[in-house]
């Protein structure tokens, strides 16, 4: 079967770094997408991996090691308005996106 | 980015009345549209994929009785919610995909109350 597995929770302090972590098995991959998801909204477009490494944007990066079916989401600099849930989805083969169960993010004053 | 619209963005409706929700990809053709159902603190359940022209292919254990989809045009389409019941109530959500890099574009959501 398809699995994306992410932490459930984290906790941070603002102005700190945090990682999320996203490990995937799936049938085929054809990139990686990071979204965001405030309470009671639509989930917003963060990044999209397809090839190994690092790709940043401000204080959002994400990495991809497509070898170890793993991903990661990097925030630096926390702000109170980061506090979402954070959710990793994998596009298979059939070019679907399998989603992960979303980490919601609390950041601490 | 590209736009999606969805209407209307919060319903209330009396059990056993249907409900329809609109959704619409306003600056790009969709030839597949996404709908999603989430209910509180849990993450997005897909319940079935459109295409343009055909029928939708509904999700194991979506009632497509239930969930009626058209996907009329290439930026539109909609679900109905037939016969709604309390348990029915939940915050829906449609997305358009573009053909490269198969990103979805999400609408603002839909929250269904049923009484």
């Known amino acids: 079967g398809q699995n994306i597995d992410q932490p459930t929770e984290m906790t941070a302090t603002e102005g700190a770094i945090v990682q999320i972590n996203c490990t995937y098995q799936?049938?085929?991959?054809?990139?990686l997408f990071w979204y965001q998801q405030h309470a009671g909204e639509a989930p917003t477009f963060l990044s999209y991996?397809?090839l190994d490494g690092l790709e940043e944007k401000g204080r959002f990066s994400s990495f991809l090691s497509r070898s170890k079916g793993y991903s990661y989401l990097l925030l630096k600099e926390l702000q109170m308005k980061d506090s979402a849930s954070y959710l990793c989805?994998?596009?298979?083969?059939?070019?679907?996106?399998?989603w992960g169960a979303g980490t919601k993010l609390i950041i601490k004053p | 980015g590209a736009v999606v619209s969805q209407h209307p963005s919060w319903v209330i409706c009396k059990s056993g009345t249907s409900v329809k929700i609109e959704c619409r990809s306003l600056?790009?053709?969709?030839?597949?549209m996404f709908w999603y159902r989430q209910f509180p603190k849990q993450s997005l359940m897909l319940m079935a994929t459109?295409?343009?022209?055909?029928?939708?292919?509904?999700e194991q254990g979506v009632e497509k009785d239930k969930f009626l989809i058209n996907h009329a045009s290439l930026t539109l389409s909609t679900l109905t919610v037939t016969s709604a019941h309390p348990e029915d109530s939940s915050f829906y959500i449609c997305?358009?995909?573009?053909?490269?890099?198969?990103?979805?574009?999400f609408g603002p959501g839909t929250r269904l109350t049923v009484t």
């Open positions: 997305s358009a995909r573009d053909v490269l890099p198969y990103e979805q574009y």
């Open positions: 600056d790009f053709q969709a030839t597949t």
């Open positions: 459109s295409n343009e022209g055909s029928k939708a292919t509904y």
């Open positions: 799936t049938s085929g991959f054809n990139g």
């Open positions: 991996n397809v």
């Open positions: 989805a994998v596009v298979d083969s059939n070019y679907q996106l399998i």
